[in-house]
């Protein structure tokens, strides 16, 4: 185990945090530091996987096509399902 030193103000905001999601501190402090971890961790793969390209990309439409396309073949959404197409549309506008 180890200590973490935080200033008193990060301390009651972590305590008020804990609070309002039902946990402890020492809880909410334990799935930070692993939701940080894996963060830290895909952060690394995608700048990896980057370096590494042959910088080849796919516009994010071609990608939500397919994503649906698939989701329809596997039968876990119908082609007309309107949250996937509201959603396809959302992003599309980025």
Do not use: H
Request: proline fraction near 3%.
């Amino acid at each position: 185990m180890f200590e973490v030193p935080l200033n008193a103000e990060a301390l009651a905001v972590l305590f008020e945090l804990a609070a309002k999601s039902g946990v402890s501190p020492e809880e909410f402090a334990r799935r930070a530091i692993l939701d940080r971890m894996e963060d830290a961790e895909d952060y690394l793969a995608a700048a990896e996987r980057l370096r590494t390209s042959d910088g080849v990309t796919v516009a994010l439409d071609q990608v939500m096509a397919r994503l649906q396309a698939e989701a329809v073949a596997s039968g876990a959404l119908e082609p007309t399902d309107q949250a996937f197409v509201d959603a396809v549309s959302d992003w599309s506008e980025r």
